[in-house]
């Protein structure tokens, strides 16, 4: 099995006012694993299993919430790693 890299965006409460992504996931599976990173506009790709929620949505009071991450076009989603990418430090990048 190939490694498979699935991305979602998580927008402010107003979508169509926010154009920028507050930040994005990635979920990345190989054969043995998979992890979840995020990154936003002040930091590199960092491991966080708490965003899987933008994934699969979490449990809340004991009542299900949908997933809080929107799948976005691959385009869009490199063009703001990129834009993101020139203000984090070296140590954020990876």
């Known amino acids: 099995m190939a490694t498979t890299i699935d991305y979602r965006v ?9 154009k920028e992504p ?6 990345i599976t190989t054969d043995t694993t998979n992890y979840i990173e995020y990154c936003n506009s002040a930091h590199g790709w960092i491991l966080n299993p708490d965003k ?4 699969f949505g979490s449990v809340d009071n004991g009542y299900g919430s949908p997933p809080d ?10 063009g703001w790693v990129d834009i993101w990418s020139k203000n984090w430090t070296k140590d954020s990048l990876k």
């Open 52 to 55: 899987a929620s933008m994934f």
């Open 69 to 78: 991450g929107e799948v976005m076009p691959q385009k869009f989603i490199d």
């Open 22 to 27: 507050l930040s994005i996931a990635r979920m």
């Open 10 to 18: 998580k927008f402010g409460y107003n979508p169509k006012e926010n």
